[in-house]
């Protein structure tokens, strides 16, 4: 039996049946007391037993009815005390003894859970076989989970193999296997000796790479957006970065990146890959209107077509309008006199419409998976009130970069002409221009 199994066969309880809502007392508190290694949020969520929430445990407040209301089940009451045990004894308290202190009404319960913990069996040795041919062996077992000088903690050694099976297959072995030697664990001196077989499998690069479910993205577009290549290192944190470069694109619903099961041989050191994708929408229109005491009447519309020119690219214009009613040439006197009377004064920013117009051309895979390149041009007018009225035309251009930690970085030019119209008070206080 693994490890993992062995482990999760010891801590899975056992069944539960469907609690009613009007079931037993209500449960006013649920505390712990003893609890010194453990938080009594994580001891709450390994049993079954609930507390109401604030609201409903509060006494002033509980009158009005309102919170979220927890009732007490015998029988799953009567197991959280062996769930609790088996909590502590997962992580190395083999003498731990767990009591309760009961407090009932004819509606309402008190629950209070008495732990004595006692003495952890502790980590005298640990012991990891297999990774001395790895190349720079010390950073695969460098920070493990458990360590020695710890508790015997169960979860964490599970933690640990996965861990360990994780930065192998990050440098070039998908066919590693950990296996958990027979413990030591003396219960006198509360001590575990314990020692971990790894089998790396061979060092493996990446074969051919077949791409499923494409109908209208070119295939060579997918294999660009790609982490990885044939010939390269295997790596699980490429695949998963593969992934995350083709959902950025926007062209995919789904898709998934993994190992090629039908044309992978164990032993051979070439990994094959399969590329599963499903294409999703590729236009998308976007209307929307609306009032405001600052514009008056605002409109915009967007268009969007995905995968431009069929290599991924994404065309998106969009155009939006405002000072609509108030402002040259939608100037509408009954508008003006009744509701965008605020913006009747104001001259400089509401005398003329306010409007935004940008096309954009977005190209995914710019020189390098990570990059995502956009163009735009755009022409606007946009005002403060009663300050300044500046109309611009230009373009930019914008350089996305999603570096391996995860990092955003964006580099953006914008070149424009345009001018500003506003009165002398507000170019000398707001622009500093005064003469």
């Not at 695969?140 to 964490?156: N, Q, S």
């Not at 479910?213 to 660009?224: C, I, M, P």
Request: glycine letters at 8%; a positive charge; aromatic letters at 10%.
């Amino acid at each position: 039996m693994s490890l993992l199994a062995a482990v999760v066969t010891l801590a899975v309880p056992p069944p539960l049946r469907a609690q009613s809502a009007d079931e037993g007392l209500l449960v006013r508190q649920l505390a712990f007391n003893g609890n010194k290694s453990f938080a009594a949020e994580l001891l709450g969520a390994a049993i079954m037993t609930t507390a109401s929430s604030w609201f409903a445990r509060t006494e002033i407040i509980r009158s009005i009815g309102l919170g979220s209301k927890k009732y007490l089940n015998e029988r799953e009451f009567r197991r959280d005390i062996n769930r609790l045990q088996v909590f502590y004894r997962l992580r190395g308290f083999l003498d731990v003894k767990v009591d309760t202190t009961v407090v009932r009404t004819d509606r309402e319960v008190w629950i209070t859970f008495h732990i004595v913990e006692g003495r952890p069996v502790l980590v005298s040795r640990f012991d990891i076989k297999g990774v001395d041919a790895v190349p720079r062996a010390r950073l695969v077992l460098e920070d493990l989970p458990l360590k020695a000088g710890h508790p015997y903690d169960r979860t964490l050694l599970v933690a640990t193999a996965d861990t360990l099976l994780s930065r192998l297959r990050d440098r070039g072995y998908p066919e590693a296997r950990t296996f958990l030697e027979t413990p030591d664990v003396n219960r006198e001196q509360y001590s575990a000796a314990l020692s971990m077989a790894v089998e790396t499998g061979p060092f493996s690069v990446i074969g051919e790479i077949h791409v499923q479910g494409t109908t209208r993205v070119d295939s060579s577009f997918v294999r660009a957006m790609l982490a990885t290549e044939p010939g390269r290192p295997f790596s699980a944190r490429d695949l998963a970065e593969s992934q995350r470069n083709l959902y950025r694109s926007e062209l995919f619903r789904f898709v998934t990146v993994g190992l090629d099961t039908a044309h992978f041989a164990a032993g051979s050191g070439v990994v094959p890959l399969t590329i599963q994708v499903s294409e999703g929408l590729f236009y998308r229109a976007r209307a929307s209107t609306g009032y405001g005491t600052n514009d008056c009447f605002r409109a915009g519309l967007g268009w969007t077509a995905r995968n431009a020119l069929g290599h991924g690219q994404v065309f998106d214009a969009s155009a939006q309008v405002s000072k609509l009613g108030v402002g040259d040439p939608t100037r509408v006197e009954a508008l003006r006199n009744s509701i965008c009377s605020a913006l009747k004064g104001d001259s400089i920013g509401s005398s003329r419409a306010n409007y935004n117009a940008t096309v954009s051309f977005r190209r995914p895979d710019f020189l390098s998976p990570s990059n995502t390149a956009t163009l735009a041009l755009f022409a606007e007018r946009r005002s403060e009130f009663a300050v300044y009225r500046r109309e611009d035309i230009g373009g930019s251009f914008t350089l996305n970069r999603e570096t391996r930690s995860r990092i955003p970085l964006t580099f953006t030019y914008r070149l424009s002409y345009g001018a500003t119209e506003a009165n002398n008070v507000s170019f000398c206080a707001y622009f500093n221009a005064c003469t």
